[in-house]
Nanobody, 116 residues
Framework: QVQLVESGGGLVQPGGSLRLSCAASGFTFSQYPLNWYRQPPGEERQMVATISRGGTVTTYASSVKGRFTISRDNAKNTVDLEMNTLKPGDTAVYYC?????????WGQGTQVTVSS
């Protein structure tokens, strides 16, 4: 079955960095765009970054552009999110997401907390 498993979250001070990783299985990874979403406390889930099948096209939410970088390794079936210059407003549960076969697939999420 399709599985998306996130890792790499944690507690970090403002201005710090974290790298999230999502390991995928159960589908042909290289055929689909992948996405990172986040859900801050008390808010709706929001798109953070997307990456095309080949990794050549990326898009970002305006709130993270210039600070976050999405990348993928089609040989390892992983998609990463490098997060720099983190702010308290980046505190959220971060989710890996894919959409295909007319279905949304989500990981279980990983908590990122930015606090001093």
């Amino acid at each position: 079955q399709v599985q998306l498993v996130e890792s790499g979250g944690g507690l970090v001070q403002p201005g710090g960095s974290l790298r999230l990783s999502c390991a995928a299985s159960g589908f042909t990874f290289s055929q689909y765009p992948l996405n990172w979403y986040r859900q801050p406390p008390g808010e709706e889930r929001q798109m953070v970054a997307t990456i095309s099948r080949g990794g050549t096209v990326t898009t970002y939410a305006s709130s993270v552009k210039g600070r976050f970088t999405i990348s993928r390794d089609n040989a390892k079936n992983t998609v990463d999110l490098e997060m720099n210059t983190l702010k308290p407003g980046d505190t959220a549960v971060y989710y890996c997401h894919a959409h295909f076969w007319n279905t949304d697939f989500w990981g279980q999420g990983t908590q990122v907390t930015v606090s001093s």
